[in-house]
């Protein structure tokens, strides 16, 4: 699954910490899920989108082999 | 997302401190009166090497227990999952050594002091290795 979270808080200018304190997960779940390296659940990508007000599917994309 | 069954933050540091109260119980065993000569070993339930067992082996066990089940300062869902999978490893290590031991060894009091702690040291070191490896990762990028 690619994410663009990290276009996304360019945009609203805010860093990996403030969007982490928004939806209340540590700074290294931000980290590892626009590394790619960690999907989030349905909440918490729901909460994400919530913080950038788009659509889910604006932000979390599905990818070839998913 | 809530998390049931675990202990509150401040028990890890009380679980680090049980862990460690075997250090002085052992450094002094004379002078706080323990014998273990073989008289002293018939004598009832809390004769001196139960009250030694409890003191080192099973307070350490608790101590463990508490860090290893306390929460996370941030507990998130990734924490979860890596708990998860920390427990998982923890269990077949448990079992591989076990399996192993109980085939090759006849000491099965020394095996079930191993079963009483691979469990649990397994699971803390992969579990904090995973957490300071996401730390550090998260560290680099800013």
Redesign the interface.
Known sequence: MKNNIRVERAIKNI??ADLAEKV??????I??IE?QK?V??T??ALKIARVFEKPLEDIFTLEEGD | MKNHFLFPYWCRFLGWALFLFHIPVVIFKDNLGFRFDEDSQAQGLFNSHHVFFILTALLMTVGLFLVAFAKEKIEDEQIWSVRLESLRWAIYINYAILIVSLVFLDDVHHIMELNLWVPLIFFIVRFRWVIFRLNRLAGREN
Do not use: A, D, E
Not at chain 1, 24 to 29: C, P, Y
């Open positions: 860093t990996q209340g997960v540590s700074r290294q779940t980290n590892t590394s960690y989030p659940s909440v918490l």
